[in-house]
């Protein structure tokens, strides 16, 4: 099949919650090996290797598709995953800087550029939502993604030395959790959910994850109990709806399965090491067993559609 559009002129955002999701679990198999005796540090190392070169991969095509026409950006904007995929791309940033911290390539300036990313991706999807007619309006799981992205900061902000900004994020990202969450409760009041959109709330348990780990990293460890077990209570009823969120086959939606489990085994991996004991060991283990042949069919699959030019048709995106 030959595409009449060259492939990056049409890289789509929806590449990114899964370039997330692959960072997240590669992590994960990396931080495994420092609590698990019997994991090779190689297995995560090179699994990580992987999921950097697929996210620079994609994240240089886009990069190429904003240089040749810069307001297919705002075209981008249309949709609430789109404009998720748009902050998965900073997350995504910040997590490098998480994973290169042994390594110590550039750290900072990788951390900042995650941060300033994420500041004006929601700043973006503020404008777009603004421009949206009224009725088109209403809270997504999507935004948690935009609007909580930068909980994911203190992971790498707080080794790098940036205390206190690592604070600041986490406590606008708990603002941020708080509001939408609400808005969401109220949303599914009126709104039933779309069959294509029902895997994206499994998005729902990645913030809890996250805020889990940053408090812990910043030594709020009273606030990571709270958090901690409200991610294992969600877990268990996201597990139960795995039935109902998947009805209807693939959409490029699934990409919301990626990084929440991602981001639920790297706290596991943390409970373990906080003395959580039989039960956080065991959740290592399933999020392992489950995370792994998932994130990595999704992985396989966002490539396929992105050949195909399936991904960017699915998901509407823009063209430069």
């Known amino acids: 099949m030959i595409l009449k559009t060259p ?24 931080n495994a090996a420092d609590i698990f005796p019997w994991l090779s540090e190689d297995v995560g190392a090179l699994m990580l290797a ?52 042994p390594l110590g390539i550039s750290v900072p300036l990788v951390w900042w550029t995650g941060v300033i990313l994420q500041i004006a991706a929601s700043a973006i999807v503020l ?22 992205g930068p909980v994911i900061g203190p992971l790498a902000g707080v080794p790098l030395g940036y205390y206190w900004q690592s604070y600041w994020l986490i406590m606008a ?29 499994t998005i729902f348990l990645a913030p809890l994850c996250l805020f889990a780990l940053g408090f812990d990293v910043l030594d709020y460890h009273s606030v990571y109990i709270y958090f901690y077990w409200a991610s294992n209570v969600v877990a268990v009823l996201l597990l139960l709806m795995v039935p109902w969120m998947v ?25 373990v090491a906080n003395g959580h004991g039989t039960m956080a060991v065991i959740g290592v283990y399933v999020a392992i067993a489950i995370a792994t042949p998932v994130v990595f069919y999704l992985v ?17 995106a823009a063209t430069a």
């Open 50 to 101: 992987a999921a950097t070169g697929y996210f620079i991969w994609f994240a240089g095509f886009y990069l190429a598709k904003l240089l040749a026409r810069p307001a297919v950006l705002f075209e981008d904007m249309r949709t609430p995953p789109a404009r998720a995929g748009i902050a998965s791309l900073a997350m995504s940033m910040m997590l490098l800087a998480a994973a290169l911290l």
């Open 7 to 30: 492939l990056w002129r049409q890289t789509p955002p929806a590449a990114f919650p899964v370039c997330l999701g692959f960072l997240s679990l590669a992590l994960g198999w990396r």
């Open 247 to 271: 009805r209807g086959g693939y959409t490029p939606a699934w990409a919301s399965f990626t990084f929440p489990l991602g981001a639920y085994l790297n706290m596991q991996i943390v409970g």
């Open 127 to 148: 404008h777009a939502i603004w421009k949206d007619p009224p009725k088109a309006r209403h809270f997504t799981t999507f935004q948690y993604l935009t609007f909580v």
């Open 173 to 201: 990202s708990l603002v941020a959790f708080v509001i939408v969450t609400i808005g969401i409760f109220i949303t599914l009041q009126r709104d039933p959910v779309p069959p294509k959109l029902r895997a994206s709330y």
């Open 300 to 316: 396989y699959r966002t490539v396929m559609e992105w050949v195909t030019g399936d991904l960017a048709k699915n998901s509407r």
